[in-house]
């Protein structure tokens, strides 16, 4: 059982609960020995029919999520398993606000914000992809941005259902058929299927629906419910982003476009094919490739007094309810 006060593993000393999740509670902590703030994500394995192969799959998540040193991606520091079993994985504690936060915030971010925005977060991804792992909940309240001298910055959440390809696997990345793992708004067609057979693609088109609505406040696709929204996502075209924001230059409207194909074999097929994409369409409208991808969120209001830590939302259960947000800024 975690509660503040107890020492994990002899080194980390709990403090407080920051968030509670479908999959468990992440909790602030402090290295004994370093006096370093950390995040503890533990999970809540009760009621699971096979406790064992979910930890064994956490940990070995973790394990492979800890070998992605990036500075768009969250750390990873240690894991392990609490003397109930629970497994657990210790992060970095951020700063900063979630993507969700500021758009809820702020309604939709600018044009050249949003764009650096997301190719750091393809640049992030990048080096995700590289090391064999599929995200597949990219959402905004996963993308966290962390404050700095500078302005802001983002760093990639919460892999707790990420899939991990190992290198010497050839083709895509699979899951259990028929069963959705992820958050409806953000799937791209085939997850919404259930497919068994994914790969990497599904990220790229969850950064198409982040740009969609970082840049108009709303999403793709408007529904009442669970079952007309997946219908939607595997079967209907979504809102063009032009109709929304009229007045967006349609080199970025391109962009937003493919991204959401929903043959995958169409989209982008690299997080570095779809940053260049983002980068030349920043270009086109006289932006620095590098202003675009080095400074994509600098302080245009002031930042919420609280600060905000990684993990206050811990995954997304296996079938969240729909969130509708049609209006511009709705929560």
Same mark, same amino acid.
């Given at each position: 059982?975690?509660?503040?006060?107890?020492?994990?593993?002899?080194?980390?000393?709990?403090?407080?609960?920051?968030?509670?999740?479908?999959?468990?509670?992440?909790?602030?902590?402090?290295?004994?020995?370093?006096?370093?703030?950390?995040?503890?994500?533990?999970?809540?394995?009760?009621?699971?029919?096979?406790?064992?192969?979910?930890?064994?799959?956490?940990?070995?998540?973790? !394990?492979?999520?800890?070998?992605?040193?990036?500075?768009?991606?969250?750390?990873?520091?240690?894991?392990?398993?609490?003397?109930?079993?629970?497994?657990?994985?210790?992060?970095?504690?951020?700063?900063?606000?979630?993507?969700?936060?500021?758009?809820? !915030?702020?309604?939709?971010?600018?044009?050249?914000?949003?764009?650096?925005?997301?190719?750091?977060?393809?640049?992030?991804?990048?080096?995700?992809?590289?090391?064999?792992?599929?995200?597949?909940?990219?959402?905004?309240?996963?993308?966290?941005?962390?404050?700095?001298?500078?302005?802001?910055?983002?760093?990639?959440?919460?892999?707790?259902?990420?899939?991990?390809?190992? !290198?010497?696997?050839?083709?895509?990345?699979?899951?259990?058929?028929?069963?959705?793992?992820?958050?409806?708004?953000?799937?791209?067609?085939?997850?919404?299927?259930?497919?068994?057979?994914?790969?990497?693609?599904?990220?790229?088109?969850?950064?198409?629906?982040?740009?969609?609505?970082?840049?108009?406040?709303?999403?793709?696709?408007?529904?009442?419910?669970?079952?007309?929204?997946?219908?939607?996502?595997?079967?209907?075209?979504?809102?063009?982003?032009? !109709?929304?924001?009229?007045?967006?230059?349609?080199?970025?409207?391109?962009?937003?476009?493919?991204?959401?194909?929903?043959?995958?074999?169409?989209?982008?097929?690299?997080?570095?094919?779809?940053?260049?994409?983002?980068?030349?369409?920043?270009?086109?409208?006289?932006?620095?490739?590098?202003?675009?991808?080095?400074?994509?969120?600098?302080?245009?209001?002031?930042?919420?007094?609280?600060?905000?830590?990684?993990?206050?939302?811990?995954?997304?259960?296996?079938?969240?309810?729909?969130?509708?947000?049609?209006?511009?800024?709705?929560?």
């Amino acid at each position: 059982m975690i509660a503040p006060g107890i020492v994990i593993a002899h080194r980390y000393r709990v403090q407080s609960l920051l968030g509670r999740g479908g999959m468990g509670t992440v909790w602030a902590a402090e290295h004994l020995t370093l006096g370093v703030q950390v995040a503890i994500k533990v999970v809540d394995l009760r009621g699971d029919d096979d406790a064992d192969v979910a930890a064994a799959r956490f940990l070995r998540e973790a !394990r492979v999520s800890a070998r992605v040193k990036h500075r768009y991606v969250i750390e990873i520091l240690d894991f392990g398993r609490l003397d109930d079993g629970a497994p657990y994985m210790v992060m970095e504690r951020l700063d900063g606000e979630s993507l969700g936060d500021r758009i809820r !915030r702020q309604g939709t971010l600018p044009l050249e914000e949003a764009l650096g925005l997301m190719a750091q977060v393809l640049t992030g991804l990048r080096a995700v992809h590289e090391q064999g792992v599929v995200h597949r909940d990219l959402t905004p309240e996963n993308v966290f941005l962390v404050r700095d001298s500078e302005g802001a910055y983002p760093k990639l959440l919460d892999f707790g259902i990420s899939r991990v390809l190992e !290198r010497s696997e050839r083709g895509p990345v699979t899951t259990v058929a028929g069963r959705l793992i992820g958050t409806p708004e953000y799937m791209a067609p085939e997850q919404a299927r259930g497919s068994g057979d994914l790969d990497h693609r599904v990220d790229l088109y969850a950064v198409g629906v982040l740009l969609y609505e970082a840049l108009t406040g709303a999403l793709p696709f408007e529904a009442e419910g669970f079952g007309e929204l997946l219908g939607h996502v595997m079967f209907e075209e979504p809102i063009p982003i032009e !109709r929304r924001r009229p007045d967006l230059p349609p080199a970025v409207c391109a962009v937003v476009r493919k991204a959401l194909t929903k043959r995958r074999e169409e989209r982008y097929q690299s997080a570095r094919e779809m940053r260049e994409a983002l980068l030349a369409a920043a270009e086109a409208l006289g932006m620095s490739p590098a202003q675009a991808a080095r400074e994509p969120a600098r302080t245009r209001s002031a930042p919420p007094p609280s600060a905000c830590v990684e993990g206050t939302a811990v995954g997304a259960p296996s079938f969240p309810p729909p969130v509708p947000r049609a209006a511009a800024g709705a929560p």
